[in-house]
């Protein structure tokens, strides 16, 4: 089983920045080869915003990509999703997932484990 614990959201206003992260426990690194990073707004289906593979490749959004980065810091078993030049349609509740499927950072939407959400709000 694997614990994720997200933090870090907020409110900001259009044109800020916020970092979340994502804590993993539990299971080891290699039984979660991906994650990745998505979003719920109200009335709105779930979006994968980013993901990321074992080997660190990347994949994001339309709607996000260069305004948002998502890392790894493997050692110490976290994912981070550094958002910049946000926007009111950012607004949503933001969830970490992981998933043992060694692709699913690229192909899937439905992952194994997830976090409980922490929610971010953009005001125009």
């Known amino acids: 089983q694997v614990h994720l614990a997200e933090s870090g959201g907020g409110s900001v206003q259009t044109g800020g920045s916020l970092r979340l992260s994502c804590e993993a426990s539990?299971?080891?690194?290699?039984?979660?080869?991906?994650m990745a990073w998505f979003r719920q707004a109200p009335g709105k289906e779930r979006e994968k915003v980013a993901g990321?593979?074992?080997?660190?490749?990347?994949k994001y959004a339309d709607s996000v990509r260069g305004r948002f980065t998502i890392s790894k810091d493997d050692a110490n078993d976290t994912l981070y999703l550094q958002m910049n030049n946000l926007k009111p349609e950012d607004t949503a509740m933001y969830y970490c997932?992981?998933?043992?499927?060694?692709?699913?950072?690229?192909?899937?939407?439905?992952?194994?484990?997830w976090g409980q959400g922490t929610q971010v709000t953009v005001s125009s």
């Open positions: 990321i593979g074992k080997l660190g490749f990347l």
């Open positions: 539990g299971n080891s690194r290699s039984d979660y080869p991906s």
């Open positions: 997932a992981a998933d043992g499927r060694r692709d699913a950072w690229l192909h899937e939407e439905q992952f194994m484990y």
